[in-house]
């Protein structure tokens, strides 16, 4: 099948779909095409840049040990405070509008789904536009983290803030990992974007969908490949682009 009739396909499986009943998960690749290198592929952050590997450089020990050099890496190659949403985001929440998505599961931090409009966002690993204080919890703008010198230190007390983004050896939310699931488990559409599905545990929220339409748009292959109804090797931005 060619990629005009994959995307013709979609088009029509989405026409089609019950209210409410079409639930998108994504990744780093979704916010490409707004000019935010994802991580692994051969333009990502990591090959390009990347003197250790990405679980060491955005680690919870690594930020432990040194600060400095996390939030050197992390403003310079993590952050891109003025990046705008892509096709991919403004459709999404047209088809949230139009009452057809009923949520977005996204392993991004860089909040470009809100940024877009859309309004029920699950954020697996946190956002860069959240940030708080270590000791006293005092929340921070990303701004602030941005603007600060070295390591950024609160106003109040002077503790250590942080991103409130989940690191490589730090836990996921289990409550919003349940309702997560709980949003696939009910679907009967399931739209899986810009995602290798390499990243555990949030690839693994893919096991508790049971509905009609698996749909799986990346440029590589992804290990759930074989149980999709629908796979297109595009960029997300341009299948989105109608």
């Given amino acids: 099948m060619s990629a005009s009739n994959e995307v013709k396909l979609l088009r029509k499986q989405i026409s089609e779909a019950s209210p409410k009943s079409i639930v998108f998960f994504g990744g780093a690749g979704v916010s490409t ?58 459709k999404l929440v047209e088809l949230e509008r139009d009452g057809m998505l009923s949520a977005v599961v996204t392993q991004n931090v860089d909040g470009l789904h809100q940024k877009a409009g859309s309004e029920n966002v699950l954020e697996l690993h946190g956002s860069m536009h959240h940030n708080y204080c270590l000791s006293c919890k005092q929340t921070h703008s990303l701004a602030f983290v941005m603007q600060a010198e070295g390591v950024p230190h609160c106003e109040e007390c002077g503790g250590t803030v942080r991103p409130h983004v989940v690191l490589y050896e730090e836990a996921l939310d289990e409550a919003l990992l349940e309702r997560a699931a709980a949003l696939i488990a009910g679907a009967n559409m399931l739209i899986i974007g810009g995602t290798s599905l390499a990243v555990f545990p949030a690839a693994g929220l893919v096991r508790y969908f049971s509905g009609e339409h698996l749909v799986i748009i990346n440029h590589s292959s992804t290990p759930q490949d074989s149980f999709a109804d629908l796979c297109i090797r595009e960029d997300i931005a341009e299948v989105f682009s109608w």
Avoid at 36 to 48: C, M, N, V
Avoid at 61 to 67: H, N
Wanted: charged share 25%.
């Fill in 33 to 90: 095409a707004s000019g935010i290198p994802d991580f692994r592929s051969a333009e990502g952050i990591f090959t390009k840049y990347g003197h250790l590997s990405p679980e060491r450089l955005v680690s919870a020990s690594y930020f432990r040990k040194d600060p400095e050099g996390f939030f050197d890496f992390y403003r310079s190659k993590l952050v891109y405070a003025h990046a705008e949403p892509n096709a991919a985001h403004l």
